[in-house]
């Protein structure tokens, strides 16, 4: 039989210890959402937004420019190296670009890439589409992104 005190259920507020109890072992669903313009992670509430993690190396090889990450210098694109944005030859320089970008994941093979577009809007910008989809997920995905062209 236990004493109760008036400072708890013990002499002078002492309290055992209860036992904890079981927690749920969570397994993640997918790779944090990187958002390369603001260099963090995306999500609310504390809780980071979840992609896949072939759609998160897509999005890191096409966002980060080849050789800024010092610890990997052989990952990213190099689309901003283009010399001229000459509209006859863009489309397969684009497009031989974003495949060596892309290499290591279409050598897998764990993605397959549906199209490659490249337009040049305006003067010393380079817009590029690219459609892939993700073999694991069987997602099709959109990539959209307009490059400055010159530094």
């Given amino acids: 039989m236990s004493q109760t005190f008036p400072g708890g259920a013990g002499p002078a507020g002492w309290d055992p210890v209860a036992q ?87 050598e897998t093979p764990v993605i397959e890439i549906l199209s490659i577009d490249a337009q040049v809007p305006v003067k010393g910008q380079l817009r590029v589409a690219v459609v892939y989809r993700n073999l694991r997920t069987n997602r099709t995905t959109n990539f959209a992104r307009t490059y400055n062209a010159y530094r």
Avoid: C, M
């Fill in 20 to 106: 904890p109890s079981e927690t749920e072992q969570q397994t993640p669903t997918g790779s944090p959402v990187y958002e390369p313009r603001g260099r963090d992670f995306a999500g609310e509430n504390g809780k980071w937004d979840q992609e896949h993690w072939i759609d998160q190396h897509v999005d890191l090889a096409l966002f980060v420019e080849q050789g800024s990450v010092k610890s990997a210098p052989e990952v990213g694109h190099t689309l901003r190296q283009i010399q001229r944005l000459n509209p006859v030859t863009i489309q397969a320089d684009v497009e031989d670009r974003i495949k060596q970008a892309l290499s290591r994941l279409l």
